[in-house]
């Protein structure tokens, strides 16, 4: 099944990404807070991710940017941004750091994304009940999935079997996420692009049996239409692609009230022992 065109399109992103020439002290450096943790001692890949696409220079938006994990993002310590001039061979980059070794990486791609077809609503919650992290979870506080975070804190996003290989949640996105105002509706207050890859993130790993095969990120490449408007509801959609050794495929997409699409993604997952991680 396609995904139909929106009646109406989505309102455009709140803010401009930076050109290099412009970047501040600040958009030169990253901290990943506790709070957006995703095993114990690490950062939520997602939001990592995120946060660091946030800072690729494009040339238009939205723009589809590709962010591979070179190790866990560490928390609470000050990582460099750095951008890397096309060379050669070599495609320009951005590449987060920590005493000198590479955290992540991330470029902007041509890469098409596919969405994952909607569910509804009220399916996406009923799904949420059989969701498998409530009995058995490797990271049970994980920003985006994690059963022990507070609400309000985490996403709560609890992605369960909605068909073959496809899982879904509802979310509504909570006030403490939000980042910025609308610039067509200054009354609509949106989450930043950290939260909007958090919450296309773990539901992708979920459509694996994460309690079998507990995984980690290890590439996340999404397109941001528009950043999710806080207090409403949307849902969010999972589907498994396929396995190759370590590595598990998925995709996801984030769908906002009316249906329309808000934001899609792929992901390339590493399965791991949670012990090393927690």
Same mark, same amino acid.
């Given at each position: 099944m396609s995904v139909p065109?929106?009646?109406?399109?989505?309102?455009?992103?709140?803010?401009?990404?930076?050109?290099?020439?412009?970047?501040?002290?600040?958009?030169?450096?990253?901290?990943?807070?506790?709070?957006?943790?995703?095993?114990?001692?690490?950062?939520?890949?997602?939001?990592?991710? /995120?946060? +660091?696409?946030?800072?690729?220079?494009?040339? *238009?938006?939205?723009?589809?940017?590709?962010? *591979?994990?070179?190790?866990?993002?560490? +928390?609470?310590?000050?990582?460099?941004?750095?951008? +890397?001039?096309?060379?050669?061979?070599?495609?320009?980059?951005?590449?987060?750091?920590?005493?000198?070794?590479?955290?992540?990486?991330?470029?902007?791609?041509?890469?098409? +994304?596919?969405?994952?077809?909607?569910? /509804?609503?009220d399916e996406a919650a009923a799904a949420m009940t059989t969701y498998p992290g409530l009995r058995s979870h490797p990271f049970p506080g994980c920003f985006a999935c994690g059963p022990d975070r507070a609400a309000g804190d985490g996403l709560h996003i609890f992605p369960g079997p909605v068909g073959p290989d496809t899982v879904a949640s509802l979310w509504v996105p909570h006030a403490s996420l939000a980042e910025s105002g609308d610039v067509v509706d200054p009354g609509v207050e949106r989450v930043g692009s950290g939260t909007t890859w958090a919450a296309l993130d773990c539901v992708g790993g979920w459509s694996e049996d994460l309690e079998g095969r507990p995984m980690v990120l290890g590439r996340m490449t999404a397109r941001v239409d528009a950043r999710p408007v806080v207090g409403e509801p949307h849902v969010v959609v999972g589907r498994r692609l396929r396995?190759?050794?370590?590595?598990?495929?998925?995709?996801? *997409?984030?769908?906002?009230?009316?249906?329309?699409?808000?934001?899609?993604?792929?992901?390339?997952w590493l399965a791991v022992d949670p012990a090393v991680f927690n």
């Open positions: 065109p929106p009646d109406q399109p989505l309102p455009p992103e709140s803010r401009d990404r930076p050109d290099p020439a412009d970047l501040s002290a600040h958009d030169a450096v990253l901290v990943v807070p506790h709070r957006f943790r995703g095993p114990a001692r690490s950062g939520n890949g997602g939001w990592t991710a /995120g946060t +660091l696409a946030e800072r690729v220079p494009v040339d *238009t938006s939205p723009a589809t940017v590709e962010v *591979t994990l070179r190790m866990p993002p560490p +928390l609470e310590v000050t990582l460099t941004v750095d951008h +890397l001039a096309a060379t050669g061979d070599h495609a320009a980059v951005t590449v987060l750091c920590h005493q000198g070794e590479r955290v992540a990486e991330a470029r902007a791609v041509g890469t098409a +994304l596919t969405p994952v077809e909607a569910v /509804g609503p396995s190759e050794g370590r590595k598990t495929f998925t995709a996801s *997409t984030l769908y906002d009230a009316d249906g329309r699409v808000v934001a899609t993604a792929e992901h390339v």
